[in-house]
């Protein structure tokens, strides 16, 4: 058995995390933080992991986290940072949900995210943990970026035209929605009930701190910059995550959806759907799966839409955290993620 830790425990993407590993045939928690709830039993705060979960959350501390084998960091930004060296001197393996190790560069990080970053020196290290992408990085990584949950649905949908001569010249555009669940269970106005409810509404469109991600991302896929527009939308739902990306792209509809199934024909989490069909974020709720739908629209040369849906907890955070560990382990790729999405 791996033993893991978690690093806020109690926060929606450490939720996500409790309830994979402890379905994960292959892992066992060690240890759980909150420093808001240390001392309380797990199956106390979450009653729905009675009988699965028999610890109680503690301070977050390097001496009893560096016991584990893993330790997944489901943190806000800029705190994996200041105990993940402590922790790799030790001999543990890291995910860091959060930020802190996803951009190469440290005068971005700083620029984007506002802090000095405290250890600049394992960020050419660590590995970005898109498996779809960089498997081999991650397979032999201590330290790995899960990436962000709109960098994993842009990356997923445009990976298979970003790295072929299909793609032509042109600014990429990225038009993205998400649920409420992407904020973080700390309580912020924007996202009570009462004001995000029957409503829609656009934020960062002058910029937002995944743009650099995705440029990133993009750009080592392809070996230049590609320009991207990246707007994101809050939705009214708990979970889940559509990325529209509007792609200028040499070939038919049935040609680019024929280089998107052929790219992702070994991949266990991405599925192309059929010609004509919209993928659903219903249709990945609480599991580890990326659907891709390609679409031309009628009377537009060389233009193609291409729909991508995941779980902003799951294939956006903890599912993808898990997938990375089990990588890095040299587990199965799909232990423990082989949820079927709850419908309706
Ligand atoms: N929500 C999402 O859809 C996604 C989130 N992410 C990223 O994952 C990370 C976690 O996000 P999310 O779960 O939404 O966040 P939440 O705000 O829901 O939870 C944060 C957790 O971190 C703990 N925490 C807060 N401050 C500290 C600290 N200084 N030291 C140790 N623990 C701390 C909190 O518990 P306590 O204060 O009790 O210690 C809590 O358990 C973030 O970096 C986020 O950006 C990534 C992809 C998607
Ligand atoms: C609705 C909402 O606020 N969503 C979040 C999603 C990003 C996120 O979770 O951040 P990281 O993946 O970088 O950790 C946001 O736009 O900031």
């Known amino acids: 058995m791996i033993d893991v830790g978690i690093v806020g425990g109690t926060g929606y993407t450490g939720m996500e995390l409790l309830r994979l590993v402890s379905r994960h045939p292959q892992l066992r ?39 584990c084998d893993a ?40 620029e984007w995210y506002g802090m000095e970053h ?16 960089h498997r081999e990085a991650v397979l032999s990584a201590r330290l790995v970026a899960n990436p962000g949950c709109y960098p994993t649905a842009v990356g997923l949908g445009l990976l298979p035209l970003v790295t072929s001569d299909r793609l032509k010249s042109g600014p990429v555009i ?4 998400t649920g409420v669940s992407g904020a973080g269970r700390a309580a912020k106005v924007a996202t009570l009930f009462c004001e995000a409810d029957e409503s829609l509404k656009a934020y960062g469109a002058s910029g937002h701190r995944h743009l650099p991600e995705i440029e990133q991302t993009l750009r080592t896929l392809r070996g230049e910059p590609v320009e991207t527009v990246f707007v994101p939308h809050l939705v009214p739902m708990i979970r889940g995550m559509q990325a529209t990306l509007h792609v200028a792209a040499r070939g038919s509809a049935e040609e680019i959806r024929a280089l998107y199934q052929e790219r992702y024909a070994a991949e266990p989490f991405v599925e192309v759907v059929p010609a004509g069909a919209h993928p659903e974020t219903r249709w990945v709720r609480g599991t580890n799966g990326c659907r891709i739908g390609v679409h031309q629209p009628p009377g537009v040369a060389d233009q193609v839409v291409v ?13 993808q955290a898990v997938q990375n560990l089990n990588v890095m382990f040299g587990l199965e790729e799909g232990a423990g993620l082989r949820e079927v999405a709850t419908l309706p």
């Open 174 to 177: 990225a038009d993205c929605k």
């Open 29 to 67: 928690l060690a240890e759980i933080t909150s420093r808001g709830e240390s001392g309380t039993r797990v199956d106390e705060l979450f009653p729905a992991l009675e009988g699965e979960v028999d610890l109680a959350f503690t301070e977050p501390d390097v001496g009893r986290l560096s016991r």
């Open 307 to 319: 729909l991508a849906v995941i779980d902003n907890l799951t294939k956006g955070a903890a599912g």
């Open 71 to 110: 330790v997944f960091f489901a943190t806000p930004n800029g705190i994996a940072m200041g105990m993940a060296p402590a922790l790799l001197e030790a001999g543990c393996r890291v995910i860091d949900l959060g930020a802190d190790f996803r951009l190469r560069d440290p005068a971005l990080w700083q």
């Open 118 to 133: 405290a250890c600049p020196g394992l960020l050419e290290e660590a590995a970005y943990g898109l498996p779809e992408a």
